[in-house]
């Protein structure tokens, strides 16, 4: 499986973006994908999933209400819109994919481990 991020950039503090990724190769088998995201000398976080089937989706709190994940199955495509973006938000966003485990709590696949294909990443840089 091969995901491909798109969507980041440079945008104003409380404005918007919307990420894509695209996952390309054997994706029948996708259950969850999910976002995270790293900033510098930080750890990766996890931001968001959504089920690859049903309506399931689960957020860390700090983008409660201001990000929205959803997909497109007939694009094999997962997207995050970004909303009233922090200086906090700046980051690579990395896009993954998670084919190997399975739980009927979506918001069990918060950790990095649970995936198993991961995209390139897209930088986010929100100025204050």
């Known amino acids: 499986v091969q995901l491909q991020a798109s969507g980041g950039g440079l945008v104003q503090a409380g404005g918007s973006l919307k990420l894509s990724c695209t996952a390309s190769?054997?994706?029948?088998?996708?259950?969850?994908m999910g976002w995270f995201r790293q900033a510098p000398g930080k750890e990766r976080e996890f931001v968001a999933a959504?089920?690859?089937?049903?309506?399931?989706?689960t957020y860390t709190d700090s983008v409660k209400g201001r990000f929205i994940v959803s997909r497109d199955n007939a694009k094999n495509t997962m997207y995050l819109q970004m909303n009233s973006l922090k200086p906090e938000d700046t980051a690579v966003y990395y896009c993954?994919?998670?084919?190997?485990?399975?739980?009927?709590?979506?918001?069990?696949?918060?950790?990095?481990?649970?995936?198993?294909?991961w995209g390139q990443g897209t930088q986010v840089t929100v100025s204050s």
């Open positions: 993954a994919n998670s084919q190997g485990y399975f739980s009927y709590y979506v918001s069990d696949y918060h950790s990095g481990s649970k995936y198993d294909y």
């Open positions: 190769g054997d994706t029948d088998s996708t259950y969850v």
């Open positions: 959504i089920k690859w089937t049903g309506s399931d989706t």
